[in-house]
């Protein structure tokens, strides 16, 4: 008896802990898939029960020009502040990593505040400071938030590649006659290439997927996707705002699998 039940609680405890977790995607994916499944719902009226099966919403979507120039702000946006973040990211990295110096601790920390800080608080501060210095809101304004948000990611990234890679090759090419910039574009840089297109990829589905900070910043009259898909909840639940959030939401998964693919194959090539 008592054997019987020592094998039966470790089984009712491991069934609870799938139920638990199967409970807890559920809940996590279910208002995705709904958004998905209304946006090609042939009703006008955007919830359940569906009418039938539709393209309509989409091709309404891509006629409309505010949201049209949403999507290029966004795609400009985060290809800019990427490009960005992932230039200071690499050199940053690279000093952290490979070089000695004083304050190398408190810039290390600092790089790391982004993460650690409130996005509501990180973009209340650099509007508080721009008006500080009598700077209006700007384009400008949004390209720094988006990149500082961005670069801590890029950093920690290609630190951890930085880390798993031996000096020995970089040494081998200085003792071979190659200076260090051309060590670090010969050797270091098609060695860590991995790491700075996943940064880059991460840092740009971070930018795109953005609101909290977005919204600080932004200018009247400039709207990212994220901020124009809130300005058109205002008003009412249409079936344009679900063939939106559907464009989103296979963005946001494709671009890091995307990168995740790209790593993987830079990987396995060097």
């Known amino acids: 008896m008592s054997a019987g039940r020592s094998l039966d609680g470790p089984s009712l405890s491991w069934n609870g802990l799938r139920l638990l977790t199967l409970l807890v995607y559920v809940f996590m994916f279910a208002p995705i898939i709904v958004v ?3 946006a090609f719902n042939s009703a006008r009226t955007g919830a359940f029960p569906m009418e ?8 309404q979507l891509f006629q409309n020009a505010s949201i049209i120039d949403a999507f290029q702000t966004s795609i400009i946006l985060a290809v800019s502040s990427s490009f960005l973040a992932t230039l200071i990211g690499v050199m940053a990295a690279i000093a952290l990593i490979r070089y000695s110096f004083k304050g190398k601790a408190v810039i290390n920390n600092l790089l790391s505040l982004p993460l650690l800080m409130p996005e509501v608080v990180l973009g209340v501060a650099l509007l508080m400071f721009l008006k500080f210095l009598q700077q209006p ?22 630190q951890a590649r930085l880390v798993g890679l031996r000096q020995h090759y970089e040494e081998a090419a200085m003792s071979l006659g190659a200076n260090r910039l051309q060590t670090f574009f010969d050797v270091t840089l098609p ?3 991995p790491a700075i297109v996943g940064g880059f990829l991460f840092a740009a589905t971070l930018s795109f997927d953005n609101i909290t900070a977005t919204l600080f910043w932004k200018k009247p009259g400039i709207e990212t996707v994220p901020t124009k898909i809130f300005a058109m909840l205002r008003t009412s639940i249409s079936p344009e705002i679900n063939a939106l959030g559907a464009v989103m939401i296979v963005i946001t998964i494709l671009l890091p699998l995307v990168g995740g693919y790209v790593v993987r194959r830079l990987t396995r090539g060097r």
Request: aromatic share 12%; hydrophobic share 65%; glycine share 8%.
């Open 36 to 38: 998905v499944l209304l």
């Open 137 to 158: 809101r700007s384009f400008l304004l949004l390209l720094l938030g988006h990149t500082v948000l961005s670069l801590p990611y890029v950093v920690l990234v290609v």
């Open 191 to 193: 060695l860590i290439s």
């Open 52 to 59: 039938g099966l539709s393209l309509q919403w989409f091709g």
